[in-house]
């Protein structure tokens, strides 16, 4: 069965073709760049540059998938969390065409598309595993028992962390959203140059990183210049080991106390190397298997959105048309 996807919950326009919730045809991204000189996303902003691309974007996701839309048998949207303006854009270009051709619409939670970038890249993954969701909105830990079945372990309480990535590597003059050049820079760096604080929380799976996030900016103020430029690989790695470090010892004690012995990893922030290199050891040395998806499969980009609707698909079957952009939808 070809399914078609689209994403557009936050800045990226993504459309992509897969086949059986497994083979991706297309995938096709624009990363909006009007927001780079505002340091943030502008919600109205990305509203308007989704209304602009989602067309000539779908067209290309056929096109690159050498599929007509005669082909296509399923449509699949994000219906949220998300911006609530960016969600109704796609969302209503995808119902639009589901009704037009007389094919099934299915709404996709966001987070869920998010976790089945891993079902769809790694067959072998036990359908019951523990998944670490981690992006620019989100950080929580949930026991997946199959697509579908979920329990929520624990969540920050405050910041996600690649919202504290992207701050910290805004401070440091590194560019928006900068997770990726702070982990690219970090890779040169001791990350035992400073001793972040890291969050301890009475309820074992919950996260908070503003307390980080503060004792970066105050130590960046502290600094002059000079030493900034020389320690600025060094003060990227301590912070980033600071994040990783939480992410891996709550992960890992979850892992062991619901015996769980395959792990995945997702949203944007798998794409940190300091972070897939931790967990795969620690996981590794406990009997485990640790997955993550590809690059280009952590970010925002609508094959994971295409497979999850497929996968609701089958087991749930179609969804309404009626289904409306939800904001603060939570993974049920
Ligand atoms: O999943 P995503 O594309 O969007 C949301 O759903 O929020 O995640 C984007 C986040 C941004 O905060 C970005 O800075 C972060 O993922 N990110 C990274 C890396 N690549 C992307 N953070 C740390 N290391 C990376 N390599
Ligand atoms: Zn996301």
Redesign the pocket.
Known sequence: MIALGIET??D?TSAAVVRDGREILSNVILSQAAHTRFGGVIPEVASREHVRAIVPIYGQALEEAGVELSDVKLVAATMGPGLVGPLLVGLSFAKGLAWARKIPFVPVN?LEG?LAANILEHPDLDRHHLTLIV????TMLVEVRAFGDYTLLGQTRDD?A??A??KV?KLMGLGY????A??RLAAGGDPRFVRFPRAVMKDDYAFSYSGLKTAVAIYLERLDRSELEIHCADIAASFQEAVVDVLVAKTIKAAEAMQISHVTLS???A???RRRARMSEEVAARGGRLFYPSPVL???NAAMIAAAGQYSFDRYGPGELVANAIPYLRLA
């Open positions: 919950s936050c990226e966001h998010h992006s620019g909105g989100h996600a690649g919202e990535f992207d590597a959203p900068g997770g990726a702070l982990d949203g944007g922030v794409a940190n190397s952590c970010t925002d």
